[in-house]
């Protein structure tokens, strides 16, 4: 499975942006998807994640109801809005799949990941 995440830029505080993330090559195994991020001089951290049925989700607290995870099965699609956008928010964001053994299966170790996307970078200017 191939990860392709899109959607980072500049954004000034309190701004909102949309990451995407489209999976390509053997996505007919049911994934669990979503995001983690990498601040400058920080260890990779987990952002979010929902299950395959979309019936679960899964959020760090820091997301604090700013940030929505959604997903559109048919395009092999994740998304992750992010609103109310703070300097602190700024990192590159990667998408990230594992298998569900579940509909309700959801993640938030790195060590459940099995891919990873090449990362998008969101920068959020004071």
């Known amino acids: 499975v191939q990860l392709q995440a899109s959607g980072g830029g500049l954004v000034q505080a309190g701004g909102s942006l949309r990451l995407s993330c489209v999976a390509s090559?053997?996505?007919?195994?049911?994934?669990?998807m979503g995001w983690f991020r990498q601040a400058p001089g920080k260890e990779r951290e987990f952002v979010g994640s929902m299950s395959w049925s979309g019936v679960s989700t899964y959020y760090a607290d820091f997301v604090k109801g700013r940030f929505t995870i959604s997903r559109d099965n048919a395009k092999n699609t994740v998304y992750l809005q992010m609103n109310s956008l703070e300097p602190e928010d700024t990192a590159v964001y990667y998408c990230?799949?594992?298998?569900?053994?579940?509909?309700?299966?959801?993640?938030?170790?790195?060590?459940?990941?099995?891919?990873w996307g090449q990362g998008t970078l969101v920068t959020v200017s004071s």
């Open positions: 990230a799949a594992a298998k569900g053994l579940s509909s309700f299966s959801i993640f938030h170790r790195e060590s459940e990941i099995d891919y």
């Open positions: 090559g053997r996505t007919g195994t049911t994934y669990v």
